[in-house]
């Protein structure tokens, strides 16, 4: 586990108990880079260690779960997932924070009720996600515009449901990264807003945004 000085600001650990190179491929993964750094196992595998290293974690607290890889593509064992889930309900003191590109194939696990589930959006197209997401049983439902690589076009009900927005920027400097307007921070702020929906703007945010570098939580 990392943290909890991690640079994720919207989580206090981060938790990957499946590690390996992620398949998705995206071309701005940082995980994807360090893997090829630094030569790390590519093969995509349960890790029984990290498993086991949530148990130290006595203090409440918020844990991303695979921050490094996908967690709901076809790479990783359903069985694999469903241990997962069962370590989490064995740690009711924790909120647990999962993140996806493929939230219906989210929606055929049985969460806890300590646990938020979100689906990230990069470019438009917040209709798709956020319907699938709506058949996840959890407290809170998320969405994360990161990285924003585009502008975002909303329809009246795209956020309904939905009880967190995070907005980020793309890292790293990457040939062709692309750099967000401002133009399309505020409208998803202002969409966020009309539906009384907390806004965490990363850190990495703030040089191309010149409005308040609003950092709020749920409070489910």
């Known amino acids: 586990m990392n943290g909890p000085n991690n640079p994720i600001r919207w989580t206090d650990y981060t938790?990957?108990?499946?590690?390996g190179l992620c398949p998705v491929g995206c071309?701005?993964?940082?995980?994807?880079?360090?893997?090829?750094?630094?030569?790390?196992?590519?093969?995509?595998?349960?890790?029984?260690?990290?498993?086991?290293?949530l148990l130290k974690l006595r203090k409440p607290a918020r844990i991303f779960v695979g921050s490094t890889i996908e967690l709901f593509g076809p790479w990783c064992k359903y069985g694999w997932l469903e241990m997962i889930l069962s370590y989490v309900r064995r740690c009711p003191q924790h909120t647990f924070q999962f993140l996806?590109?493929?939230?219906?194939?989210?929606?055929q696990f049985d969460f806890p009720a300590n646990c938020w589930c979100g689906t990230t959006v990069s470019y438009?197209?917040?209709?798709?996600?956020?319907?699938?997401?709506?058949?996840?049983?959890?407290?809170?439902?998320?969405?994360s515009f990161e990285p924003l690589h585009s502008a975002i076009l909303f329809d009246e009900s795209d956020l309904n449901d939905i009880d967190w927005v995070i907005i980020?920027?793309?890292?790293?400097n990457r040939k062709g990264k692309i750099i967000p307007e401002e133009e399309w921070i505020f409208d998803i702020v202002d969409q966020a807003d009309k539906w009384n929906i907390p806004v965490f703007l990363k850190d990495n945010i703030e040089p191309y945004y010149q409005g308040e570098l609003r950092q709020e939580f749920p409070q489910k």
């Open 15 to 19: 938790w990957n108990p499946v590690k």
């Open 100 to 107: 996806t590109k493929f939230p219906a194939q989210m929606a």
């Open 168 to 172: 980020g920027a793309e890292t790293g």
């Open 124 to 143: 438009d197209g917040v209709y798709r996600n956020a319907y699938a997401l709506q058949a996840v049983v959890v407290p809170v439902r998320f969405i």
């Open 27 to 53: 071309d701005y993964c940082y995980a994807r880079r360090i893997y090829k750094r630094f030569h790390y196992d590519p093969t995509i595998r349960l890790d029984e260690k990290e498993l086991m290293a």
